[in-house]
């Protein structure tokens, strides 16, 4: 059977397909569009369908819309209560009419859907069915804290060979998304989209208003929490854009950051002892927050915790299709990895190259080639396979440097035109993570924990160690990615250092790169040294020679 999910209601739009027990594909639609988080989340964009993200999933597949069994979309208009608290009072109810709508838009999107097959997927039911459905694990706890979605803006309950028993929900307008994102805004960055500056930010504070936020912010007896007003004022003035931060607003940072910690803690115990479970698995915007995810494995009550890479908006799709799928009877296989989107064979990349009309070559040893470049300190952009689903550049769309150059965490921020606050990942060898890495999860591909840097590799990695010590890392196995996994080998034998930094294909502002036309012009706007365009190198001193 077909299933096809759809995610369009507030950001991140997206779209991917299940068929016959098998994730084939899904992609979020910025990366078509080229619109960062595909339009912005607001109630008068929510008629905006990700037309071509479906349209290409469904090629994909060699499938015509007239062939899917049905359609998920992540939103289910009939739990919306008019006049319900935490709801735009000006602008919900015409958020709610294109929901109900959506199905005639789908049709009209995809010529010969048949609206009837248009089925609605409570919006954390999707987040959910996206972490316990797509997880390695036939029977889970499922944890799912976000903004908000129709009437609720969290979810915990669990999996029993594929079925959900919901345990616990949170009315609006008590959201721990909502919070975080007014804090995000407060301190002067975009809210549903920078969330993760706030992050980066509270490492460079202590939680001093912790015992105040403790009051404001409680957890209930129920499996759920209380958000009281707050004052974000009386912490630290509000920033605009660009404005330089204090220790004042590092302050505020982590503590808020400090109290979400404390709050999922207490949520995932609440899920424990009614579960029993060993794992725990989790979606919904906040499972982006990795510094919370490494303290809830460390400190909370579960053995395993499975994140959903494409955890915010965009899984909704994944998690929709996956539940038609179960609803069906027919569940689908765990999800293989996060490189679902789309990609390019040699000759249709040479295409692109010629008619580019840049010179290129193609060396006997792609990985060594790129590992001697890396070694010599220069940037390589790395276009390789399919594109990642998800908000993290998981070694297909990637920009590489030396992390023994301190100052390459200034120059790539400066290469992609943004604030100097933010770190920079690296990317290890799964089998010598152990050596260089503690207190987080081994093996961790999708970029979602941190780890603690071993004090004898920190002053040998200095361009991907946070101010705090700490690193988001990505394993690679050389099971799952050969390629990338010979070019890290290749760079340490020549520099000793199993390990590369590695940051998203783009620029500021703009989503990761998707096909061969984003990616030479990303190595066209920026200064990067080499493009690595599937077997092919561009070098930039020969494309751009006087």
């Not at 209930?220 to 931060?245: N, R």
């Not at 460390?298 to 299709?321: I, N, R, S």
């Not at 000759?347 to 009309?357: K, M, N, P, S």
């Not at 690193?471 to 340490?492: K, N, S, W």
Request: one cysteine or more; a negative charge; hydrophobic letters at 45%.
């Amino acid at each position: 059977m077909k299933f096809l999910g759809i995610n369009a209601i507030f950001h991140d739009p997206a779209a991917a397909l299940v068929v016959d027990g098998e994730i084939v594909a899904a992609a979020e639609e910025e990366r078509f569009s080229r619109r960062k988080h595909g339009k912005r989340s607001v109630p008068f964009s929510a008629w905006e369908l990700p037309e071509r993200a479906a349209a290409w999933c469904l090629e994909q597949a060699g499938l015509r819309p007239e062939d899917l069994d049905a359609v998920a979309y992540s939103y289910d208009p009939d739990l919306v209560r008019r006049g319900q608290p935490g709801l735009d009072r000006n602008w919900e109810d015409l958020r709610t009419t294109y929901a109900r709508r959506a199905p005639a838009f789908l049709a009209a999107a995809l010529p010969g859907l048949d609206c009837s097959q248009v089925r609605y997927v409570p919006h954390h039911v999707a987040h959910a069915a996206s972490a316990g459905l797509a997880a390695p694990y036939r029977d889970s706890a499922v944890l799912v804290c976000d903004g908000r979605g129709e009437a609720v803006s969290h979810l915990a309950g669990h999996y029993r060979d594929g079925e959900l028993t919901v345990l616990a929900t949170q009315k609006l307008p008590h959201s721990l998304g909502l919070m975080y994102e007014e804090v995000t805004e407060h301190l002067g960055f975009l809210r549903s989209s920078d969330e993760y500056q706030v992050m980066a930010l509270a490492s460079h504070g202590e939680p001093r208003h912790l015992a105040e936020l403790r009051e404001l912010i409680r957890t209930t007896s129920d499996g759920g929490f209380h958000i009281g007003p707050v004052d974000w004022g009386g912490y630290a003035k509000a920033l605009g854009k660009g404005e330089p931060w204090t220790d004042e607003h590092a302050d505020l940072a982590a503590s808020v950051q400090a109290r979400l910690e404390e709050v999922l803690l207490e949520l995932a115990r609440w899920l424990h002892e009614r579960t029993g479970d060993r794992c725990l698995t989790m979606a919904g915007g906040v499972a982006l927050n990795c510094v919370a995810n490494t303290r809830l494995l460390a400190e909370g009550p579960f053995e395993e915790l499975w994140v959903q890479p494409a955890a915010g908006d965009a899984g909704t799709a994944l998690g929709g299709a996956l539940h038609l799928a179960q609803a069906f009877g027919e569940p689908a296989a765990p999800m293989p990895g996060a490189a679902l989107g789309r990609d390019w064979n040699e000759e249709e990349l040479a295409a692109w190259l010629e008619t580019a009309r840049v010179p290129y070559e193609r060396p006997a040893d792609l990985a060594a080639a790129v590992a001697a470049e890396l070694a010599a300190d220069r940037i390589v952009a790395w276009f390789q396979g399919r594109s990642e689903y998800g908000p993290r550049a998981l070694g297909r769309r990637s920009l590489l440097a030396h992390p023994g150059r301190a100052a390459n965490t200034e120059r790539l921020n400066e290469v992609k035109g943004r604030e100097r606050l933010r770190p920079i990942a690296p990317m290890v060898l799964a089998e010598r993570a152990h050596e260089i890495f503690e207190r987080g999860p081994i093996p961790s591909p999708y970029m979602l924990f941190v780890h603690d840097v071993r004090p004898a590799w920190r002053d040998r990695i200095p361009a991907v160690v946070h101010v705090d010590g700490t690193a988001r890392i990505q394993t690679v196995d050389r099971a799952d990615d050969p390629l990338l996994a010979r070019m890290l080998r290749e760079f340490e034998a020549r520099t000793g250092l199993p390990v590369v930094v590695n940051t998203s294909l783009n620029t500021a502002g703009r989503p990761m790169a998707d096909d061969p036309r984003d990616a030479l012009e990303c190595f066209a706007s920026a200064p990067v040294d080499l493009l690595a365009l599937g077997p092919y190198l561009i070098r930039r001193k020969e494309a751009f020679a006087p």
